[in-house]
């Protein structure tokens, strides 16, 4: 993934800035930014601060703590941490390989020094909230009200940022499409590590019948 990331930066950067590709996407940007309201403005500080660096950082500590003392094992706390931190890296590896700029809109953040693609606060939002949704969907499988209610704030959350960070100005559809996707393949690798893998194995011991005594 990390590798696949690094490739689609260069494309757009070298190939598709000077395109009707790289117009369409600055295109969004100026329009969002047309449509710019006092409370959109305030709305949207919110959103795009709950992926905040160390909003993300501090949470994903504390959820580390609680997962294993809820749990009584490291898996949930260890995913966590897997996807987060993967996609950080592969974010700051692409990002200064990739080197895009920012949308020619004004921002309405100050800018960090990394570029533009991909977007570091969704591809974290996704890693993050979609990531503890998939852990508390895992231990309340058989509760669909709760399971939807956990995806609803897990996949909106992201979502919400997503769009928050374009309509700032910090950054472009392509950004934030792509670090939707990047935070999607950290969760789902890890998942798959450490949460499906556990589960199967405790659901087949509950399933063997114990012995009676004769």
């Known amino acids: 993934m990390a590798f696949l990331t690094i490739g689609v930066g260069l494309l757009i950067t070298k190939v598709l800035e000077t395109t009707t590709i790289g117009a369409s996407d600055q295109g969004v940007n100026e329009e969002l930014a047309g449509s710019r309201t006092t409370f959109w403005t305030d709305i949207t500080d919110v959103m795009s601060g709950l992926s905040d660096t160390p909003v993300i950082v501090i949470a994903t500590a504390v959820l580390v703590v609680v997962f294993r003392l809820v749990f009584k094992r490291w898996n ?104 939707f996707l990047l935070g999607v393949v950290c969760v789902a690798v890890a998942a798959n590590a450490l949460l499906r893998h556990p589960v199967i194995r405790e659901r087949r011991l509950r399933t063997v019948p114990t012995a009676q005594p004769s």
């Open 76 to 179: 949930e706390s260890i995913f966590l941490v897997v996807a987060v931190w993967s996609q950080s890296i592969i974010f700051l590896l692409s990002t200064v390989l990739a080197e895009r700029k920012r949308p020619s809109v004004p921002h309405l953040d100050p800018a960090p020094p990394t570029s533009s693609f991909p977007s570091g606060h969704t591809s974290a939002a996704v890693a993050f909230y979609c990531g503890v949704a998939l852990v508390l969907t895992v231990h309340t499988h058989r509760y669909k009200i709760l399971n939807v209610l956990w995806w609803v704030l897990g996949l909106g959350i992201p979502l919400s940022i997503a769009y928050s960070r374009m309509y700032r100005g910090m950054h472009h559809l392509s950004d934030v499409g792509w670090g």
